[in-house]
């Protein structure tokens, strides 16, 4: 319960303050996928833990003695014990629930806001892959899923020269590539389901950032960053439509200064520190949970 109480708390406080991540973003992405996972795990598996704690000296073999104890009929805790487990329970339905409602409300509006953009736009004849779109505000973005859209409107490209627009084009080919809707998913559905922890806000703006700067590291791979700097400055104004990734969407100074060089990688050793801390939390709580002595 202390870990699940930590990570919730102080650490996504410390984490956000940090300001290594911004020079590891990909690193620092594991890490926060793994304060969050830890953390749902820890809080669930403690209340469990503690719930059948008498019926046994691990957590596997506590839930084997309650299964046998309730088709039996002689299932017998104190009411403490029954409020961990109604507790935890209701924790990981809400998070269930909210992860799989979010996960639907997002597919539809992605379906609709597809529907729309084949309608409104037309391919765009000498840049393969983007739809172009009649509209003076200058957006880049793209819609992730199995039928995936890359949009540019005429403002972003009245706005932005070939090197730009080619330099926008990979950093959305880099969002769709390693399915960074997917990573943001749970962490958008942790703030709905716990609006009361400030961790778990944090969590959802410190990612929405981090997967910017980890599609500007692959789409600056073999080019000159600099033509993605000024054109993630010069879209820094665009809306960013419901359920879609776009090039500018978050963190835009500290994004330009990396690309810039003003801010430089963290060292190999940082980054190994993080992985390392990640695969840390993952392991902890469910090691806690297998051992003996359980509760």
Aim: hydrophobic share 55%; aromatic share 4%.
């Amino acid at each position: 319960m202390i870990l699940a109480v930590l990570l919730v708390g102080p650490v996504p406080a410390m984490l956000a303050r940090a300001g290594w991540p911004v020079r590891a973003p990909r690193a620092g992405l594991v890490l926060w996928q793994a304060v969050g996972l830890a953390g749902g795990l820890s809080a669930v598996g403690a209340g469990v833990a503690y719930g059948l704690a008498p019926l046994g000296s691990t957590l596997p073999a506590a839930v084997a003695g309650a299964g046998r104890l309730l088709t039996s009929g002689s299932l017998v805790l104190p009411v403490h014990r029954w409020l961990a487990l109604v507790a935890a329970g209701a924790l990981a339905g809400r998070l269930l629930v909210t992860l799989v409602g979010s996960a639907l409300r997002t597919w539809r509006m992605r379906r609709r806001h597809r529907h729309l953009v084949d309608l409104l736009s037309q391919p765009m004849p000498d840049l393969a892959g983007i739809r172009l779109l009649d509209s003076p505000a200058a957006v880049a973005y793209c819609l992730p899923g199995r039928r995936s859209r890359v949009v540019f409107s005429a403002g972003a490209v009245a706005a932005l020269d070939r090197a730009e627009l080619s330099a926008v084009l990979a950093h959305e080919r880099a969002h769709l590539a390693e399915r960074h809707d997917l990573v943001l998913l749970p962490f958008a559905a942790s703030a709905a389901a716990l609006p009361w922890f400030p961790g778990v806000r944090r969590a959802r703006i410190a990612v929405a950032g981090l997967v910017e700067m980890v599609a500007d590291d692959r789409a600056r791979l073999g080019r000159d960053p600099r033509p993605l700097a000024s054109a993630i400055a010069r879209l820094a104004g665009g809306g960013v439509p419901g359920g879609a990734l776009a090039v500018a969407a978050s963190v835009t100074v500290q994004r330009v200064d990396r690309l810039l060089g003003a801010t430089p990688p963290a060292s190999v050793v940082v980054r190994l520190a993080a992985y390392v801390a990640a695969a840390l939390l993952v392991a902890g709580p469910t090691a806690v949970l297998l051992t003996p002595a359980l509760g």
